[in-house]
C-alpha cells in the first residue's frame, strides 16, 4: 500500500470506524501518492467542479473545497483504485482525537499495550 490514514472509532459510533480523518497521513513517494497528492489540491482549488480527469484514474474527484479529510473520505467512499492503494487503521492507535472521551482515556493510561 501506499498510504496509511487512520480512521476515527474513538468517536464509538459505527460509522466512525469507515471515516478517514485526516490527521495522519502517511504516505510513501509513489507516483500514485504524488498523483493523489496533485488531483486534491486540484480539487481543493477548483471548489465545487472537483477534477473531471484524474491523475489517479476515474471516476472524477469531487470538489474539497472544504478540507482534506472531506477529500479523502469521498475517494475512499467512491474510488476503487484509491482503496487499492490505502490502508485504514484504527485511529485510536495512531491518531487518537482530543475530544472530551478520547482525553479522558488517555489520562487512563494507554489502552491499547499491544501497538507497540
Known amino acids: 500500500k501506499d498510504l496509511l490514514v487512520a480512521n476515527e472509532d474513538w468517536i464509538g459510533d459505527v460509522s466512525s470506524r469507515e471515516r478517514i480523518n485526516g490527521g495522519m ?5 509513489t507516483a500514485f501518492t504524488r498523483s493523489l497528492f496533485k488531483d486534491m489540491l486540484d480539487a481543493h482549488w477548483s471548489g465545487g467542479p472537483g477534477v473531471r480527469k484524474p491523475r489517479i ?20 467512499r467512491g474510488h476503487q483504485r484509491f482503496n487499492q492503494h490505502v490502508v485504514m487503521k484504527s485511529g485510536l492507535e495512531y491518531n487518537c482525537g482530543a ?3 478520547g482525553l479522558a482515556r488517555l489520562r487512563r493510561g494507554d489502552p491499547l499495550p499491544h501497538a507497540l
Do not use: M, T, W, Y
Open 25 to 29: 497521513l502517511f504516505g510513501k513517494n
Open 57 to 76: 484514474g476515474q471516476p472524477p474527484v469531487s470538489g474539497c473545497d472544504l478540507n482534506e479529510q472531506i477529500c479523502l473520505d469521498s475517494l475512499h
Open 99 to 101: 475530544d472530551a472521551r
